[in-house]
């Protein structure tokens, strides 16, 4: 359902790319968290957990309940799915079917941080994968049950990167919590991450050269084209597949120096997880499952397709978006937001069309 990987370039600054796929088109927000807000997280039974923005946080957000027509979000309505803060901290949310489970009891006169509000917290208060790391040792962390999906608990993992071009991966397996360091910058979707990079022992003999002539006998095979290297990469779009297929283009795609030609980069690379609707489509009666969201109900047979792409240059601190309709990238430079308040704007209306430009054809 959705694939992460961060891409370093010449000088080794990263860069991250993320595809969302879901069989429905939801009501996503592009918000802006400013420095100086301050947010809180609630969990039945507990304190609730409060904290100031340190960072200003540019990110994709969904409403965690089912919104009525005309609805105008404030900012304890939206959860970050992808984000971005002035520091070049990114945070993302990729399902995770098995997350739900028996979570550890905690004190009731302790604040528990609920994993809803997990990127709002991590994006508002940290620079470092390190510092996020440190934080959570001592952070409780509720998986509460999400309204807008019919009440399962948050079935999701998450991905953490630093402008330093490192990586964590937060993990509730069957209710069980681990952190992973991320050595290949890489997350899809279950199983579990560590299974992935066991997977990945699998797959040594990949690499980027292409042998295009070998010896049978006498008979002197010859391709007749390029492009042979690939031949042993996974091509389906399992979550296990892509994850060998993304390790391989964060490997091996081309080292930019210059940053803009980096991003491009990283949007060439992102066009392979692109999936378009009807590539491949799941009958229920043939055992697919998918997120099931209140008000959007499937009336045919379900297909997954990207709803959106983004690209975070850490560095620099630019967040870029496109959504299923385009092809066409818009750009939020977060550390030029002048906004001292919480504001939010339906993705869609934000989304450009590809510019008509025969006009400049027609001219005398």
Known sequence: MCTSLLYRDASDRPYLGRTLELSVDLPYQIAILPQGLDLSSTVKGHPSLRWRMDRTVVAITMPAVAPAPGTTFGVGDLKIIEGLNDAGLSFSVQSYSQAAGPQSPVDGSRAVLSAADLGAWVLGQFSTVAAVKAALADMPICLEPVPILGGLEMPFHYSVHDKQGASL??????????????????????????????????????????????????????????????AGLPGTDTSVDRF?????????????????????????????????????????????????????QIDVVPTEFTSWTSISDLTRGLFFVRDSRGMNYICLDVGALAANSFKATPMAELMSDPADVTIEFNRG
């Open 169 to 230: 991966v937060i993990e509730f397996h069957k209710g069980v919590r681990s952190i992973y360091e991320n050595p290949v910058g890489v997350m899809t979707n279950a199983p579990q991450f560590s299974w992935h990079l066991t997977n990945l022992d699998n797959y040594t003999f990949l690499n980027n050269i292409d042998r295009s002539r070998a010896n049978f006998g006498t008979y002197k095979a010859v391709q007749p084209g390029a492009g042979i290297a690939k």
């Open 244 to 296: 060998v297929r993304a390790a391989f283009y964060a490997q091996f795609a081309e080292k930019q120096s210059d940053p803009d030609k980096a991003v491009q980069m990283v949007a060439h690379i992102m066009n392979n997880f692109d999936r378009p609707r009807g590539i491949t489509v799941d009958p229920p009666e043939l055992g697919s499952g998918h997120l099931e969201v209140q008000g959007h």
